[in-house]
């Protein structure tokens, strides 16, 4: 079965520092989106990529579609306490299922 | 607009019972997906329904059931229940079937005792 990864799987940073995490997949996907789960919430959708090597920007995020459809980044500039939750890609086939990865825990320290 | 409602938010069940859970799916949205998410682990998808049929399938077994109703609605059903069935399950709606953006709810976190 195809095998996704992100990295890293934690990571604590301090206030007002650039933070860039990716995610890995062994399949190839035609669309990509990125999730943020605060505690006791469902996910939160922040960026959605169609096209491979697209890159695409929301406020402090920036997203990319990687160009062989394997793998993507978010990068997140400046970050503040509210950016503290867990961050899931999640690619997909044309709605076969978006398959979820094993998240990234961001920590920021004060 | 309404978004994706669901309930109950909490719910303690001792093993070997049945149980349902439902989902309000958001205004528009035609499609609800139904996934599964252990502690500290990404989200597993269960099945999807698109204008009330089963339109795809996860790893789960038949024990695990849907419907979808004509106003879009869901609900979630899991006979004989397991210890390991505890888990948050979170339903999704989006616009069609054809890779739209999934728009959660919050959740049912079910406890299997």
């Known amino acids: 079965g195809q095998q996704l990864n992100q990295s890293p799987q934690s990571m604590f940073i301090q206030e007002g520092e650039d933070v860039s995490m990716n995610c890995t997949s062994s399949s190839i996907f035609n669309t990509w989106l990125w999730y943020k789960q605060d505690p006791g919430e469902g996910p939160v959708l922040l960026i959605a990529l169609y096209k491979a090597g697209e890159l695409t920007s929301n406020g402090r995020l920036t997203a990319q579609f990687g160009i062989t459809r394997k793998d993507s980044f978010l990068n997140i500039s400046a970050s503040i306490p509210s950016d503290v939750g ?4 999640a690619p997909d086939n044309y709605g076969q299922n978006f398959v979820f990865g094993p998240g990234t825990r961001l920590s920021v320290l004060p | 607009e309404t978004g994706v409602t669901q309930s109950p938010t909490h719910l303690i069940k001792t093993r070997g019972q049945q149980v349902t859970l439902r ?16 502690l ?3 989200p597993q998808f269960i099945f999807q329904y698109y204008r009330e049929e089963e339109n795809g399938r996860g790893n789960f077994p038949p024990r695990f059931s849907g419907l979808q109703f004509p106003n879009y609605s869901s609900e979630l059903n899991v006979n004989a229940l397991e210890l390991d069935d505890s888990a948050l399950y979170l339903c999704a709606s989006s616009l069609d079937r054809t890779g739209s953006p999934l728009h959660f709810g919050n ?7």
């Open chain 1, 86 to 89: 867990i961050y899931f890609c």
């Open chain 2, 23 to 38: 989902c309000s799916s958001q205004s528009g949205h035609n499609t609800v997906s139904w996934y599964q998410q252990a």
């Open chain 2, 40 to 42: 500290g682990q990404g």
């Open chain 2, 107 to 113: 959740g049912t976190r079910l406890t299997v005792t």
